[in-house]
């Protein structure tokens, strides 16, 4: 395989093994390598799974030759959450109580990324139950762009084995922001999809009605070709939708022209770090010479939508972990233990509440878009903070509701959004945008960061290899 050969995108990539000049099997044994030689720094697999790929890896390169491509994925080597089943490996979730787990069937994704032929590398770690801190008897991943600080979660793992050049493309999971902050964190794309776009058959849940199943990848269109091959209805899953599933990748050239984006300035910059408020703000002149309208909005108060999710959140975690809690209660974090008991001390009244607000913020939203097509703003208020910060936060979200306000509510209304590199640092850390669409209109949400990316060069740096 040809030198730095992993920091190729999973298209770019794709197209040299179609073309022959790419062996699946070579370039899967050169990321195995890799991962063998830095990732007991960074820490971002669980578990790797070497056999399987390497037998992915052969069946992929033998079809090809035959003639015989199931599509862009086919022989790439790719990585899947800790939550997502996979039928005889260990799937633990980031619980310690879960270790010994081996499910017996695969979920969903990774039957339809076996499907595409995709070589699947292993399995990435994850925060406890994808909370948002890391079992204490797990060494949680490190950022490779600066290893003292996160790399965000619950999705730290993929965030961590995208960026360094682990894997070409991987899962993630958000019930409130963990698909979009690693992303952020870690100077990747991710895409939060539609809540019910894609399948959660065999996924590991935190709250059933916020979790989302999404790509993260170091292109948009590395992500347009994952979640063609991941949306779409499943009969193991009533809650997947059965909308037609685009050709995500045949739209991504159409540009931008007349779009309407709508910005609140307030709401990006409030209390928001100076330097990435900014940045948010500045990527509205690129859009707007891409042909886009940029349109000033103003957004409702969304501290009641961040409350309602975490209330959301938190009640149904806590019904997620009944098999185990209270009576294995000793066996959990300190934080998720907290955050489930916060779910178990909610009312009836109080999840009905929420649902209530629910239902309104969608209406406010419904509204909004009417005189936009997109909106933007931060994924987060803050790049990457120290390891310590993490470790130390409570399980009790509303504690920190504020911290939230980018990424619950969207989780809240169900819509898909888009984050992706816009800048970094002084001191090397990156900085992302937010895009958020209408339901279901992915399409509209990859055109716009496909038009921002090839008009940029934020997302051709990537992070030094750990010494």
């Not at 937010?434 to 399409?443: G, I, K, N, S, T």
């Amino acid at each position: 395989m040809p030198e730095e050969s992993h920091w190729l995108s999973l298209l770019e990539v794709s197209d040299r093994i179609a073309a022959g000049l790419v062996s699946p099997l070579e370039l899967t044994r050169a990321l195995l390598a890799r991962i063998e030689r830095i990732d007991p720094v960074l820490r971002s697999y669980a578990t790797v799974t070497p056999e399987q790929a390497l037998a992915g890896a052969t069946r992929a390169e033998r079809e090809i030759r035959r003639g015989e491509r199931h599509g862009p994925l086919h022989g790439v080597p790719i990585a899947v959450k800790d939550l997502c089943a996979r039928r005889g490996v260990p799937t633990a979730a980031g619980m310690a109580i879960l270790r010994d787990r081996r499910p017996e069937v695969d979920s969903t994704v990774v039957a339809r990324l076996e499907k595409a032929g995709a070589v699947l590398l292993g399995q990435l770690q994850l925060t406890e139950g994808a909370s948002v801190v890391h079992h204490p008897t797990i060494e949680p991943p490190r950022n490779p762009w600066n290893i003292e600080r996160s790399p965000g979660g619950s999705s730290s793992g993929s965030g961590v084995a995208t960026a360094a050049g682990l894997c070409f493309g991987s899962l993630g999971s958000d019930t409130a922001g963990s698909i979009r902050i690693p992303s952020f964190w870690c100077g990747v794309a991710g895409l939060k999809p539609t809540w019910g776009r894609v399948s959660r058959f065999g996924v590991f849940p935190l709250a059933e009605t916020l979790d989302c199943i999404g790509p993260m990848a170091r292109r948009v269109g590395d992500l347009a070709a994952l979640l063609r091959v991941l949306a779409g209805p499943d009969p193991a899953d009533p809650t997947a939708s059965r909308r037609r599933v685009p050709d995500y990748l045949a739209v991504l050239a159409d540009g931008i022209p007349g779009v309407r984006i709508g910005v609140d300035e307030a709401y990006v910059m409030h209390d928001t770090m100076p330097q990435l408020g900014k940045a948010v703000l500045a990527s509205g002149a690129v859009f707007g010479k891409l042909g886009a309208t940029m349109r000033s909005v103003r957004l409702p108060d969304m501290r009641p939508a961040t409350g309602a999710a975490i209330t959301i959140l938190s009640a149904e975690c806590a019904h997620a972990h009944e098999t185990w809690f209270p009576a294995r209660a000793s066996e959990y974090g300190p934080h998720l233990r907290e955050l489930i008991d916060e779910g178990r001390m909610l009312t009836a009244c109080d999840y009905a509440a929420a649902q209530a607000v629910r239902e309104t913020f969608r209406g406010q939203l419904a509204a909004i878009f009417e005189e936009i097509d997109l909106l933007l703003c931060p994924p987060m208020f803050v790049p990457a903070s120290p390891t310590s910060t993490m470790a130390a936060m409570p399980g009790r979200l509303s504690m920190f509701a504020e911290a939230m306000r980018f990424t619950a509510p969207w989780n809240l209304s169900g819509n898909p959004t888009l984050t992706l590199p816009c800048g970094y640092t002084t001191d090397d850390l990156p900085l992302a945008l937010q895009l958020v669409a209408r339901p279901f209109e992915e399409e509209l949400v990859l055109r716009a960061g496909h038009a921002y990316e090839s008009a940029t060069e934020w997302h051709r740096r990537h992070p030094r290899d750990p010494e």
